[in-house]
T-cell receptor, first 114, second 113 residues
Framework: KQEVTQIPAALSVPEGENLVLNCSFTDSAIYNLQWFRQDPGKGLTSLLLIQSSQREQTSGRLNASLDKSSGRSTLYIAASQPGDSATYLCAVPSGYSSASKIIFGSGTRLSIRP | GAVVSQHPSRVICKSGTSVKIECRSLDFQATTMFWYRQFPKQSLMLMATSNEGSKATYEQGVEKDKFLINHASLTLSTLTVTSAHPEDSSFYIC?????????FGPGTRLTVL
């Protein structure tokens, strides 16, 4: 049974710092891995989607890596800004298909101090 | 990209009433849709899988008679919370798979007084 874990549960850093959020999963046979952002009381915003055959994806100041063999993914945020404050969720499909139910990590609550 | 909508975005109801939440895939068809629930400060947990033209599949611990799911067309799934109670207050999010990934609706915040 796939399980997704995220550490740390919460992180507070001063503005401008680079930071790394971690995600681990127990079953390495994943179809893809997705990072989401969730603002308080809001829905999910998809940040990056890494397919099984890929090792990383980049979008602006965000870079996500994927190492299936070790069951890990990291989300790197460069030059953090107060607007980056949110909860970040890592998620993988439970089966080897985009139509499989999604298993979410518990999230990392990020706070960027001005 | 693909879009999934939910309606309503927010609902407040009295205890004992039923509430229907709609999930629509706007520009693609989905034979399967998923319903998730998120309690405050917790992650999303799958409640059930909605299957077009057949019965929904519920996760362990989710009461199928309380959370009625209907997937009558390839673009619409509905979740009805029957006889709602304050403990049902939560954020409900649906998703629909497309060819490459799943797309999530914006969520519905249910508050039961």
């Amino acid at each position: 049974k796939q399980e997704v874990t995220q550490i740390p549960a919460a992180l507070s850093v001063p503005e401008g710092e680079n930071l790394v959020l971690n995600c681990s999963f127990t079953d390495s046979a994943i179809y893809n891995l997705q990072w989401f952002r969730q603002d308080p009381g809001k829905g999910l915003t998809s940040l990056l989607l890494i397919q099984s055959s890929q090792r990383e994806q980049t979008s602006g100041r965000l870079n996500a890596s994927l190492d299936k063999s070790s069951g890990r993914s990291t989300l790197y945020i460069a030059a953090s800004q107060p607007g980056d404050s949110a909860t970040y969720l890592c998620a993988v499909p439970s089966g080897y298909s985009s139509a499989s139910k999604i298993i979410f990590g518990s999230g990392t609550r990020l706070s960027i101090r001005p | 990209g693909a879009v999934v909508s939910q309606h309503p975005s927010r609902v407040i109801c009295k205890s004992g009433t039923s509430v229907k939440i709609e999930c629509r895939s706007l520009d693609f068809q989905a034979t399967t849709m998923f319903w998730y629930r998120q309690f405050p400060k917790q992650s999303l947990m799958l409640m059930a899988t909605s299957n077009e033209g057949s019965k929904a599949t519920y996760e362990q611990g989710v009461e199928k008679d309380k959370f009625l799911i209907n997937h009558a067309s390839l673009t619409l799934s509905t979740l009805t919370v029957t006889s709602a109670h304050p403990e049902d207050s939560s954020f409900y999010i649906c998703s629909a798979p497309s060819t490459d990934t799943q797309y999530f609706g914006p969520g519905t915040r249910l508050t039961v007084l």
